[in-house]
T-cell receptor, first 113, second 116 residues
Framework: GEDVEQSLFLSVREGDSSVINCTYTDSSSTYLYWYKQEPGAGLQLLTYIFSNMDMKQDQRLTVLLNKKDKHLSLRIADTQTGDSAIYFC?????????????FGGGTRLMVKP | DAGITQSPRHKVTETGTPVTLRCHQTENHRYMYWYRQDPGHGLRLIHYSYGVKDTDKGEVSDGYSVSRSKTEDFLLTLESATSSQTSVYFCAIQDAGQPHSGNTIYFGEGSWLTVV
């Protein structure tokens, strides 16, 4: 099955850029997602990228996909204290809605003022 | 707001008792999921449903059963709760056939279950 790995923790200073990394094993992955979870809340979809794309930008968020290395990253520009949360990457294998997502273990981002 | 309501949001129960968690959606989406979240494991799929009375097992289905008698409701039952089932449970929904939107899954706010 699919394995999705993330580093556990990242600490940055307010105003700096944050880069959260994710690696996966299944080369047939089609959609790749980033979710944000704040304390006591559910997962909020931040963005997703289709496997035929290398990059996707959405305001302060930039997603980079390296299919050769099976590496996905999320860059947050001008990181704010409100960005402190746990970030999960998730990968879908196949194109059908019934194909399940596999989640990484999450990266806890701490933003210091 | 993805139109998902989970109940109860918090519950403490004793080992061996049955527990049912409810997920209600207002979006009329076909797919519904139950995940559990544990430290170091991310989210793991317990069961999912692809329509009324159509359900299937996920990665960690042992000790759990589900039912979906109406499109809007998906119930997760722990027949005899154990301490290893202490976790946060998330319901999620997905609209099938929306590849242009990434077949995105949307999550509820979670149900915190403690088995003592």
């Amino acid at each position: 099955g699919e394995d999705v790995e993330q580093s556990l923790f990242l600490s940055v200073r307010e105003g700096d850029s944050s880069v959260i990394n994710c690696t996966y094993t299944d080369s047939s992955s089609t959609y790749l997602y980033w979710y944000k979870q704040e304390p006591g809340a559910g997962l909020q979809l931040l963005t997703y990228i289709f496997s035929n794309m290398d990059m996707k930008q959405d305001q302060r968020l930039t997603v980079l996909l390296n299919k050769k290395d099976k590496h996905l990253s999320l860059r947050i520009a001008d990181t704010q204290t409100g960005d402190s949360a746990i970030y999960f990457c998730a990968v879908r294998r196949g194109f059908n809605a019934g194909n399940m997502l596999t989640f990484g273990g999450g990266t806890r981002l701490m933003v210091k003022p | 707001d993805a139109g998902i309501t989970q109940s109860p949001r918090h519950k403490v129960t004793e080992t061996g008792t049955p527990v049912t968690l409810r997920c209600h959606q207002t979006e009329n989406h076909r797919y519904m999921y139950w995940y559990r979240q544990d430290p170091g494991h991310g989210l793991r799929l317990i069961h999912y449903s692809y329509g009324v009375k159509d359900t299937d097992k996920g990665e960690v289905s042992d000790g759990y059963s589900v039912s979906r008698s109406k499109t809007e409701d998906f119930l997760l039952t722990l027949e005899s709760a154990t301490s290893s089932q202490t976790s946060v449970y998330f319901c999620a929904i997905q609209d099938a056939g929306q590849p242009h939107s990434g077949n995105t899954i949307y999550f509820g706010e979670g149900s915190w279950l403690t088995v003592v």
